[in-house]
Nanobody
């Protein structure tokens, strides 16, 4: 069993930065690929970024490439999302997800999901 708790969301002006964190509790955090997804009101869930179990491989959605960076610290059971050059279209609830042995994807079903954290970017 893994519990995920996101933090770090808030209100920021366009062009600003935020750092989201996801704290995992439970055993064997490094058995899970981790990812961030987001969902804006009236829109579909969208893949943001993912990171492999050992942190060596990272993946990004096209809309955030070059602006967002995902990282993890398995010793601290955390995964972070550094978001720079934020745009109003980045406004959404951001969810941290975990999938056993592989990275979370849009096509696969994650094993665990946090409660989400709101990110609002004003123009």
């Amino acid at each position: 069993q893994v519990q995920l708790v996101e933090s770090g969301g808030g209100l920021v002006q366009a062009g600003g930065s935020l750092r989201l964190s996801c704290a995992g509790s439970g055993r064997a955090f490094d058995n899970y690929g981790m990812g961030w997804f987001r969902q804006a009101p009236g829109k579909e869930r969208e893949f943001v970024a993912a990171i492999s179990r050992d942190g060596r491989s990272t993946y990004y959605g096209d809309s955030v490439k070059g602006r967002f960076t995902i990282s993890r610290d398995n010793a601290k059971n955390t995964v972070n999302l550094q978001m720079n050059s934020l745009k109003p279209e980045d406004t959404a609830v951001y969810y941290c997800e975990a999938r056993f042995l592989v990275i979370p994807t849009m096509s696969g079903r994650s094993d665990y999901r946090g409660q989400g954290t709101q990110v609002t970017v004003s123009s």
